[in-house]
Nanobody
Framework: VQLQASGGGLVQAGGSLRLSCAAS????????MGWFRQAPGKEREFVAA????????RYADSVKGRFAISRDNAKNTVYLQMNILKPEDTAVYYC?????????????????WGQGTKVTVSS
């Protein structure tokens, strides 16, 4: 199983980025997908999750109204649209797959993790 995240970079506060995560080697359409992030010196935290069909989503309170998770099962890809970025959003962002689980906000329920993509938001 491989999860390849991309789309990170340096952006000014108030700007936008779109992360992508291409999955291979798993039944993507039967995997809950999520995004997590880890800032320097902090623990990994939940950001957003999406159900198999994309009909259900979950967000951390800190990103509600600014971030949007989506998926394209035909392309085995999950996305994270990040708007109105803040310096506190600076972190390495990881996509993850929860095999056989419809949707989850719990890191321990995710079986597979990508390598991460770095997002830096300057003030």
């Amino acid at each position: 199983v491989q999860l390849q995240a991309s789309g990170g970079g340096l952006v000014q506060a108030g700007g936008s980025l779109r992360l992508s995560c291409a999955a291979s080697g798993l039944t993507f359409s039967m995997s809950g997908m999520g995004w997590f992030r880890q800032a320097p010196g902090k623990e990994r935290e939940f950001v957003a999750a999406i159900s198999w069909s994309g009909s259900s989503t979950r967000y951390a309170d800190s990103v509600k109204g600014r971030f949007a998770i989506s998926r394209d099962n035909a392309k085995n890809t999950v996305y994270l649209q990040m708007n109105i970025l803040k310096p506190e959003d600076t972190a390495v962002y990881y996509c993850a797959a929860a095999k056989g689980i419809i949707i989850s906000t719990i890191p321990a329920q995710y079986n597979y993790w990508g390598q991460g993509t770095k997002v830096t938001v300057s003030s």
